[in-house]
């Protein structure tokens, strides 16, 4: 059972209040993503263009496909509340969220963060900003919120990947110094993670978000539909095509496909890749695909047998047939993750020393050195029922670990339901739903931080001991490497540490699907959550 005691840890100290613990045991599925909603194109709004286009006002509607409980996207961050969030509220810095992803771009600050002393770090932010409750951005509202993210009370995710962090000192209107506890290169790519609130905010946003951003939220009900309109104070860069935005919440993906072709939707999210080539030849509609760095993956219980023994749980990597599950359950729009759950598209991609190539024959050998020669190993196998590409690889997978010597008891749970048992320990292997920590940051260091340490390691799949660890350490020295050679080499050693123990399998590599409407031109589909209408006009 999930415990039943007031408060609850959360990762590095954290306490959380066991409201906030038990919607944090659904944060795998927090991190189970459909398809590509970012913020809006370049504009300038004194001239009413948005990207060199005619801002084409009108309204602009979006089915999502993934949950919002809420609209606080630095707490417990739901992937529908930070699709939101690009839209109403503004970063000190955004991570350009088209391929490569590579590329910092300014949002509230004015330039790069520059450097005082290899400890401190100074931030100018732009002038002339307003709240959508009509208050000026001062430098004061950036300090406070790094001290109310870091606040324990708040029970944010956040802190465990800015622990580097020390005092955020106010040292003008328009001017913060950022002071570190160790040096970093990564500063200014950890300010992606908060947007900036006013002081006036000292609770979560829930359903009422006040931010910056081009558009204000007007409306929202959890878990069904999110309604904004155009905030005519905004000064920004990314200024509003259309004067509102409807987010639709559709959980069905073939109501979202059904609401496409009728005209609907202008953008929907997850389409299911059965339906992709269909729904792209059909009459006033596009789909694609593209290449992301969304990984499915296994869960194993690293703190009970059998797979408290490595070697049970690379018997498993080596002895599913992902060839086959790829035609199967994803009609080629996934790839084997062979080397490990960084895409080998990846920027810091390294090649690692395990690579886990389906080898029956070789995961039997497995078992066999691990003790489990005998009789076939008992094992309950949770999956997530709720993406229909899941339970498509059941009946393979299935079939694979019988093969190899374990007698799996198939269980579907969907997956808010899924996690809470993991949470419990009350499994032996989930077969999860796609995951990207990449929506937040897509640097290798916070993609291993974010999966490897903290609350997913500890709680979710128990693993403990030297090799956590050590990639703890790993990623420790790699915030404090003094240029990129360094922490690549650091970052390639955790990498190689985690494809080895295999405390969570990769099983592909996935790619992002989403589909749009005629009516919205120049339209781009991301390669992570949400919809970008970046230079988009449309019909209204």
Known sequence: MIPQSSTTRWADGV??????????????????????????????????????????????????????????????????????SWFWGERLYRVDQFAPRDELIPELAVAMPEQVS??????AVRKGVTFHDGSPLTAEDVKFTFDWIRDPDTGSLWPQFLGFLGDVRVTADDEVEFDLQTPTTLLARRLVLVPIR?????????????????????????????????????????GPGYDRLEFVRVADANARVAGLRSGGYAVIEDV???????????????????????????????????????????????????????????????????????????????????????????????????????????????????????????????????????????????FSAADARMVE????????????WSLFAPDLEFLLRGSFTGFVTQRMVHWNGDAASKVEALLAQAIEAPNEDDRRVLLAMAQDLVQEQ??????????????????TTDFRPLPTAGVAIDSVVGSG
């Open 118 to 123: 290899p400890t401190t770090y100074r931030v």
């Open 198 to 238: 006013p002081r006036s905010a000292t609770t979560p946003f829930e359903l009422q978000p006040i931010g910056s951003g081009p558009f204000r939220v007007v409306s929202a009900v959890s878990d069904q539909e999110i309604i904004m309109e155009r905030f005519e104070a905004y000064n920004g860069n990314h």
């Open 15 to 84: 306490v959380l209040p066991r409201r906030d613990f038990l919607r944090a045991a659904g944060l795998l599925g927090v991190l189970t993503l459909g398809a590509g909603t970012a913020a809006c194109g370049s504009s300038d709004s004194a001239n009413g263009r948005a990207g060199g286009r005619q801002v084409s006002g009108g309204t602009f509607t979006a089915a999502l496909a993934n949950p919002f409980p809420d609209l606080e996207p630095s707490v417990i961050p739901y992937v529908g509340a930070i699709v939101s």
């Open 425 to 436: 320990g009350d499994y032996h292997l989930t077969i999860n739903g796609p995951a990207d």
């Open 272 to 414: 299911p890749a059965a339906a992709l080539a269909e729904l792209d030849a059909a009459p006033g509609a596009n789909a694609d695909a593209v290449d992301s760095y969304v990984w499915t993956v296994l869960y194993f219980h690293c703190g009970k047998p059998p797979f408290d023994d490595v070697r049970v749980r690379q018997a498993v990597m080596y002895g599913v047939d992902r060839e086959a599950i790829a035609q199967a359950a994803f009609f080629g729009q996934a790839v084997p993750a062979w080397a490990g759950f960084i895409s080998p598209d990846h920027p810091e991609f390294t090649e690692p020393r395990t690579v886990h190539r389906y080898d029956p024959g070789h995961a039997r050998r497995l078992l066999n050195d691990a003790g489990h020669g005998g009789e076939a190993i008992p094992i309950d196998v949770v999956y997530h029922s709720d993406y229909e590409f899941v339970p498509a690889q059941v009946p393979i997978i299935e079939q694979n670990l019988r093969d190899i010597g374990f007698a799996p008891a198939m269980i579907p749970m969907e």
């Open 502 to 519: 295999v405390p969570i399998g990769a099983l592909f590599h996935k790619k992002q699907p989403t589909g749009w409407s005629d009516t």
